[in-house]
């Protein structure tokens, strides 16, 4: 007989058991973004709902960030960081093409020699994240797993882009998914479309921003930083219609209907958007909607997990209530799933 490989059993369910975040202490109201672009507040607050967002100052690192977010995460989970199984972290905004930054977030967290890598999903990266933890759980691979969602943004904003400008913030965000006796995470509707990958993007690759001034532009051309950009137009399309498709092909996964939400928390890409999903779900009004953005902009990978932390810390929504999650954004990518909180 040949040999059979013994099998990994893991825990039944999963669910999250902890979350947190850190907000950069230096705050950019929109009057100070009218400094950069020809706008207005007015104009800011009505297209985006964004009155102010926050960016890092140099010591508020990627790394530093997320280590403050991730330890108020871990704390509020109840466990010890060396029995983290595994570190992932998402952003797009680690500007080191290697080592990942998740090894160095592990070490000085304490994860002992837990795997520890980065996921690029920009704005959908805490939902794929949330996935990849929900499956290393119930796989076997770890008990708990960090999942981090991180971005430093103000790195890759061209504040003379009136486009993009005033959107972007910087923050961390962060959960421990770990065992569950009952179903915490109920499956993740995510996915892709490399046909748009344009639609949101940065400006140029780092060889071509970097390799010689005169080979790639012509003489006497300066080299620009590489910033985002994006077609507003098409991604708010885009998100209203088709995302909350999305956000209903979750609710019927997991067979929860909406008036059994105990709060909805899109990624915190526009307030228009969010209002648009909430009337596309047919939300009830009694099920609170995170509205984070209006104080933190827009901050990709992070905004789930920080929203998500704001409302419970409020008492918007509380503990054991369902929570619909969506993120959505470059790739194009999107995941979706309802949650229990923490
Ligand atoms: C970016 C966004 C707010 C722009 O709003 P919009 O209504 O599409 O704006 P448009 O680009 O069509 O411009 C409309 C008008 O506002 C003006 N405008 C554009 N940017 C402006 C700014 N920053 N301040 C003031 N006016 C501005 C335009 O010149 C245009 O003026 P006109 O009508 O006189 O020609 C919007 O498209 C959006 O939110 N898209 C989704 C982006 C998003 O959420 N991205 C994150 C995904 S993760």
Redesign the pocket.
């Known amino acids: 007989m040949s040999p059979t490989i013994k099998p990994v059993t893991g825990a039944q369910f999963s669910r999250i058991h902890g979350v947190g975040g850190y907000r950069p202490t230096r705050v950019i109201p929109n009057s100070e973004v009218l400094n950069w ?4 507040d007015e ?2 607050r009505t ?2 709902g964004i009155a102010e967002r926050r960016w890092a100052g140099p010591e508020e690192t990627v790394a530093e960030m997320s280590v403050q977010a991730a330890g108020k995460a871990i704390a509020m989970a109840g466990i010890r960081p060396e029995q983290i199984g595994g570190v992932i972290v998402a952003t797009v905004s680690h500007l080191k093409q290697t080592p990942a930054i998740a090894t160095e977030i592990a070490q000085r967290l304490g994860c002992g020699t837990a795997p520890a890598f980065d996921i690029s999903a ?2 959908a990266g805490f939902g794929y994240g949330l996935g990849l933890a929900d499956g290393m759980v119930r796989g076997g691979s770890a008990e708990y797993v960090l999942v981090i969602g991180v971005e430093r943004l103000s790195d890759l904003t061209d504040v003379t882009d ?2 993009t400008a ?2 972007f913030g910087d923050g961390a965000g962060a959960a421990v998914v770990g065992p569950s006796e009952t179903p915490g995470i109920g499956k993740v509707v995510w996915g892709s479309d490399g046909s748009q990958a344009e639609v ?1 993007s940065q400006t140029q690759a780092w060889d071509t921003a970097f390799a010689k001034p005169d080979a790639v532009n012509g003489a006497g051309e300066e080299t620009k930083w590489p910033a985002l950009r ?1 077609e ?2 098409t ?2 399309r885009w ?1 209203v219609y088709d995302m909350a498709k999305v956000a209903e092909q979750a609710l019927e996964a997991a067979g929860i209907t909406a008036d059994q939400l105990g709060a909805f928390i899109p ?1 915190q ?2 307030m ?2 969010i209002d648009a999903m909430v009337k596309k779900l047919d939300l009830p009004p009694n099920v609170p909607v995170a509205r984070d953005i209006a104080e933190t902009g ?1 901050t ?1 990978a992070a905004s789930i997990p920080l929203a998500m932390e704001r409302m419970l810390e409020r008492g918007e929504a509380k503990s054991g209530d369902l929570a619909l999650i969506i993120g ?3 790739g194009l990518v999107y995941a979706a799933a309802v949650v229990t909180l923490p």
């Open positions: 672009i020809d706008s207005s104009w800011i297209r985006s920009a704005c009136r486009s005033f959107i949101i994006m507003g137009q991604v708010f998100a990624h890409a526009n228009r958007i827009n990709s959505f954004g470059a």
